[in-house]
């Protein structure tokens, strides 16, 4: 099967952390830039973070630089992002995309992005 399969999402207090992992199934995850996503109720969809196919360009939201990292491991088929210091203003769907390009991997966060592949994502609550 085709896909990507978001985990790690879960109720965390405000300040605390959570990593998320895009796993790939089906295909090879090092062929793509991946991006991150995330939508909060009432809100649109907003790209949070990006790493392109070699792992060698990054980019995060304003809303979450100095506190989300993004990394890949092509061993084991998968993304990460890790989320430290968490806000309530983090809660959301958190979703990952895969594009089939190389690359600095911006344009997946301002529309530019061609995804091949979204998971179903994962639930991200921050709240006391």
């Known amino acids: 099967q085709l896909q990507l399969v978001e985990s790690g999402g879960g109720l965390v207090q405000p300040g605390g952390s959570l990593r998320l992992s895009c796993a790939a199934s089906?295909?090879?995850?090092?062929?793509?830039?991946i991006g991150w996503f995330r939508q909060a109720p009432g809100k649109e969809r907003e790209g949070v973070s990006c790493?392109?196919?070699?792992?060698?360009?990054?980019n995060y939201a304003d809303s979450v630089k100095g506190r989300f990292t993004i990394s890949r491991d092509n061993a084991k088929n998968t993304v990460y992002l890790q989320m430290n210091n968490l806000k309530p203003e983090d809660t959301g769907v958190y979703y990952c995309?895969?594009?089939?390009?190389?690359?600095?991997?911006?344009?997946?966060?301002?529309?530019?992005?061609?995804?091949?592949?979204w998971g179903q994502g994962t639930q991200v609550t921050v709240s006391s």
């Open positions: 995309a895969a594009d089939r390009t190389w690359g600095p991997c911006g344009r997946l966060l301002d529309g530019r992005g061609h995804m091949d592949y």
């Open positions: 089906g295909f090879t995850l090092d062929y793509y830039a």
């Open positions: 790493i392109s196919r070699s792992g060698g360009s990054t």
